[in-house]
């Protein structure tokens, strides 16, 4: 695979996004919020007669143009809190504030519209349909917003320009490295123009260059003005982060600034490039 585009990111996709007003669901939000706050938030699964306890009593907030990194051993309650952030899930107790508005008790149809208007999520297993073409991939979040085809197309390409494969619109993911089908999983997540983007385990199923390559993605996302929050196994792939959170037993045990790290496009430097 080639180099990314380095510092210089194609588009103007987030400028524009930046310039949309956020949608609000009611008018409790105030611009000087957080964009994400959790105040004590329980999540248990019951399993008959068993009861999970996967979070214990999560407090955080997340500022704008943040770039968070959660780390912790398996079963941990990484997903757990990701789900819910990402408005998959909605916790057994305990407020989530997102953008202002409380979306802790909303219904499941309520739900889908924030997760459309608001939020990208990219997961390790990079979920794209097989028969679909890259582009269409990307496309496929803005059929539930109304546009025309002429805007969506637009966008898709747009956002399939940022992660730097405007060459492989036609592309079936077959067709795509592991690395590029993330790129593609990506840019579904950013085509909607979302004010966050979660990702679980991004880099999981990668090897280490192309890991790398993902998050100077990322972090050229970041300097636009991207919120990310992203859930990963890797020291390596913290060090890009701009702040780290550790997890143990459903509760957090650290929380702190990662010191200023490299930037990705400066190890890929030192890496050496694979062949597509
Ligand atoms: P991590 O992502 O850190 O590995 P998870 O959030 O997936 O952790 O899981 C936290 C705990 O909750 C684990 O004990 C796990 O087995 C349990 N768990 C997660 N999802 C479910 C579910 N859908 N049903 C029942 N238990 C679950
Ligand atoms: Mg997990």
Do not use: W
């Not at 329980?42 to 979070?55: F, I, S």
């Not at 079963?75 to 997102?98: A, E, F, H, I, Q």
């Not at 997961?123 to 002429?150: C, H, M, S, V, W």
Request: net charge negative; aromatic share 4%; proline share 5%.
């Amino acid at each position: 695979m080639g180099r990314l585009p380095g510092g210089s990111l194609p588009g103007g996709v987030l400028d524009h996004a930046l310039s949309v007003e956020p949608v609000r669901i009611d008018d409790d939000g105030h611009d000087g919020d957080p964009l994400i706050r959790v105040e004590d938030v329980h999540r248990y699964y019951d399993l008959g007669e068993t009861r999970v306890h996967a979070l214990r009593g999560v407090s955080l907030s997340v500022e704008r143009g943040g770039f968070v990194a959660i780390m912790g051993s398996s079963g941990s309650g990484k997903s757990t809190l990701m789900n819910v952030l990402g408005c998959l899930d909605r916790p057994s107790s305990g407020r989530y504030l997102l953008e202002g508005t409380d979306v802790s008790k909303l219904e499941k149809k309520e739900l889908a519209i924030i997760r459309n208007r608001k939020i990208g999520f990219v997961f390790q297993g990079f979920n794209l349909l097989a028969r679909t073409t890259a582009l269409e991939n990307i496309a496929l979040p803005t059929l539930y917003t109304p546009i025309d085809k002429g805007e969506r197309m637009r966008r898709a390409s747009h956002a399939l320009e940022m992660v730097g494969l405007a060459n492989r619109a036609g592309h079936f993911p077959s067709q795509m490295s592991g690395g590029q089908q993330q790129r593609v999983a990506i840019a579904r997540a950013l085509v909607n123009q979302p004010s966050i983007l979660f990702a679980d385990e991004p880099t999981g199923n990668l090897d280490s260059r192309t890991a790398v390559e993902i998050m100077d993605i990322f972090q050229n996302l970041n300097d636009r003005g991207l919120t990310i929050v992203m859930v990963t196994h890797e020291p390596d792939v913290v060090q890009f982060a701009k702040r780290v959170i550790v997890f143990r037993d459903g509760k957090i045990r650290k929380d702190e600034p990662v010191a200023s790290g490299p930037r990705a496009a400066e190890v890929l430097e030192t890496l050496p490039t694979l062949d597509d």
